[in-house]
């Protein structure tokens, strides 16, 4: 069979929309910028990270430490009181509030550039209340990155997304509820054809956690080029929610931020990995103001 020219243009365009792009260093170098002089914390964004149960509290308290370390100009973490001494002994930049009082949340994140919720918030009914009162408070000028328990929490209760810019950040399980691919059948091909079906039209990133995580935008889809197994330990997740809190509230190009956060996560893991067996979170986080000198542009 002899293609007519316009169908062989046809499979070449579907081809290119399929493939999807290496993230490589490069996106550094597009995106992590030398600080101007005349700047002060406001310029590098405000974010409030939600979640940490009274079991989870290391969760957030991980994420906490990424958005810090990236260089966000001012970081509260909204969380259970049983994690306030904790945080401030990891953390003392962040500040705190109680995730039980309602009320004040809803005004503090009227105040933000970017919320994160979902690490380690848990699935109950307290949970399930605050992410309610989050999407019911959210604007479309604010970035929401959601996460971990948030993402199980939507899948399991239908909830409908509010407009404002979402990032999601599931990992394979999570993105089976959320998109109903098996993790059997998560490929670059069935993950995009879900994501095309659910999250393009409203302009949302999916970002596939795996070995060789996909970062799904409205624009393309890319793959991580570096990782390592010594990254597979809890917490790993948690922390690199918080480094793309960090990266959005700071550089401009909200796509470029959450590849370069994903590309610096696992590059600082792999660095750290010539010499350890494994790579703890927080050694993620405290390596990030290093790596992101090395790499400003
Ligand atoms: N120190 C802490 O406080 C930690 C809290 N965490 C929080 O705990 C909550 C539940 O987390 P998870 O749902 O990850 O943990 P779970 O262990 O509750 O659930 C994950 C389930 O998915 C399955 N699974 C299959 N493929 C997977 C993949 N590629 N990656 C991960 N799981 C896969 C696992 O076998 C497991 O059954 C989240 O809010 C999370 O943020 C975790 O991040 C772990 C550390
Ligand atoms: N074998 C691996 N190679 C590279 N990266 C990995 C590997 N295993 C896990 N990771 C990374 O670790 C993180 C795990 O995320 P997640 O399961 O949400 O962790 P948690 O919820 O415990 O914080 C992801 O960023 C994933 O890409
Ligand atoms: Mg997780």
């Known amino acids: 069979m002899i293609l007519a020219q316009s169908q062989i243009l046809q499979c070449y365009n579907n081809f290119e929309v399929n493939e999807m792009k290496p993230i490589t260093k490069k996106i550094l170098q597009d995106t992590i910028r030398i600080r101007p002089t005349q700047s002060f914390k406001g310029t590098y964004g405000k974010i409030a990270l939600i979640g940490g149960n009274q079991n989870f509290g290391g969760a957030i308290i991980m994420s906490s430490l990424g958005a810090v370390y990236a260089g966000v100009g001012l970081t509260t973490t909204i969380t259970d009181s049983s994690n306030q001494s904790s945080l401030h002994n990891w953390v003392p930049e962040a500040m705190y509030l109680d995730y039980h009082d309602e009320p004040a949340v809803k005004a503090l994140i009227a105040n933000m550039d970017v919320i994160n919720i979902g690490s380690g918030l848990g ?17 479309p000028t604010q970035i929401l990155v959601v996460d971990g328990s948030a993402i199980d929490l ?18 394979q399980m999570e993105w089976q509820k959320l998109s109903g691919v098996k993790i059997k059948d998560q490929n670059e091909n069935t993950n995009l054809a879900a994501y095309n079906n659910l999250f393009k039209q409203q302009g949302s990133i999916v970002v596939v956690k795996s070995h060789r995580t996909q970062v799904l935008t409205p624009t393309g889809s890319f793959v991580n080029t570096v990782g390592t197994p010594a990254q597979a330990t809890g917490g790993m997740g948690d922390t690199l929610a918080g480094i793309i ?11 470029n931020a959450v590849l370069a956060a994903v590309y610096t996560h696992s590059a600082i893991a792999d660095e750290l990995a010539k010499k350890q067996y494994v790579v703890l979170p927080h050694q993620i986080s405290e390596a990030l103001p290093q790596f992101m000198k090395k790499n400003e542009a």
Not at 245 to 255: C, P
């Open 123 to 139: 699935t109950d009914e307290k949970s399930l209340s605050l992410l309610k009162t989050v999407f019911a408070s959210v604007s």
């Open 154 to 171: 939507i899948a399991s209760n239908n909830l409908s997304l509010p407009k404002t810019k979402l990032i999601f950040t599931p990992h």
């Open 245 to 255: 809190g960090g990266f959005v509230a700071q550089f401009e190009n909200t796509e």
